[in-house]
C-alpha cells in the first residue's frame, strides 16, 4: 500500500484564514503530484504559504496580508520545485489613519531545479493626515537550467503632511537558463508630504543563457510636496 501511494500522482491543497492575522499554510508533494497552499490574514497581520513538489510536480503558494486603521501587513509564499513548476505570489496591504503608521512588507521567493520558477511580489501602503506609509516589496525567483521570472511592486501614497516610502526589488537567476526580472516602484505624496521610491532590479544567467531586466521608479509630489526618486539595475550574463 505505501508503495502504491509512493508512485501515484496526488494533489494537495492546504488553506488557512484568519481575521485577526497569523494565518500560515504548509503544503507538499512528491512524485509527480501539486501541492498549493494560501494563507490569508485581515487585521493587524501576518500571513505565511509554503508548498514543495518533486519529480517534476506542481508547486503553487499563494499568501496575502491586508492590515486595516493604522495597520502592519507582513505576507511571506514560498514555492519549491524539483523538476517542475514553482509559482509563488505575495501581497501585503496596509492603511493607516490620523498620524497613525500603515507598513506593508511582502516577499515571495520561487526555486526550481530544471523547471520554471515564477514569482511575484506586491505591498501598497497607504497614510494619510501626518501618518507614516512604508511599503517594501521583494521578490525572487531561482531556476537552475530552467526559466526564473521575478516581478516585483511596490506602491505607497502621502496626504497632509504624510511620508511616503516605497522599496522594490526583483531577483532573477539562472544557471544555463532564462531570467527575467522586473520592478516597479510608485510613491505619492500630496500637501506638503514626502514621497521616496527606490527600486532595484538583478538579472543574473549562467552560460549559454540569456537574462533580461526592466525596473521602472517614480515618485509624485504636488501642493507644496517633495518627491525622490532612486533606480539600480543590474544585469549579468556569463
Known amino acids: 500500500m505505501k508503495r502504491l501511494l509512493a508512485t501515484m500522482g496526488c494533489t494537495v491543497l492546504v488553506a488557512a484564514a484568519a481575521l485577526a492575522g497569523d494565518a500560515t499554510a504548509v503544503s507538499t508533494s512528491s512524485n509527480g503530484g501539486s501541492a498549493r497552499a494560501s494563507a490569508t490574514a485581515i487585521g493587524n497581520s501576518s500571513s505565511t504559504a509554503i508548498a514543495g513538489a518533486t519529480n517534476g510536480g506542481l508547486a503553487v503558494a499563494n499568501s496575502a496580508a491586508i492590515g486595516w486603521c493604522n495597520g502592519y501587513a507582513d505576507s511571506r509564499s514560498v514555492a519549491m520545485a524539483d523538476h517542475g513548476v514553482a509559482l509563488s505570489d505575495s501581497r501585503a496591504d496596509a492603511t493607516g489613519r490620523f498620524s497613525g503608521s500603515a507598513v506593508a512588507d511582502s516577499e515571495s521567493i520561487a526555486a526550481t531545479i530544471g523547471g520554471l520558477a515564477v514569482s511575484r511580489s506586491e505591498a501598497t501602503a497607504e497614510g494619510t493626515l501626518f501618518g507614516h506609509a512604508r511599503s ?103
Open 136 to 238: 517594501r516589496s521583494v521578490s525572487t525567483a531561482l531556476s537552475r537550467y530552467g526559466t526564473a521570472v521575478s516581478d516585483s511592486r511596490a506602491t505607497s501614497s502621502g496626504l497632509l503632511g504624510s511620508y511616503a516610502s516605497s522599496e522594490s526589488g526583483s531577483h532573477a537567476v539562472t544557471v544555463g537558463g532564462c531570467s527575467i526580472s522586473r520592478t516597479r516602484v510608485i510613491s505619492a505624496a500630496r500637501y506638503h508630504a514626502i514621497a521616496v521610491s527606490n527600486g532595484l532590479g538583478i538579472s543574473i544567467s549562467g552560460v549559454l543563457g540569456h537574462s533580461r531586466v526592466g525596473l521602472r521608479a517614480e515618485s509624485r509630489a504636488d501642493h507644496f510636496g517633495d518627491s525622490r526618486s532612486n533606480a539600480v539595475v543590474i544585469r549579468i550574463g556569463r
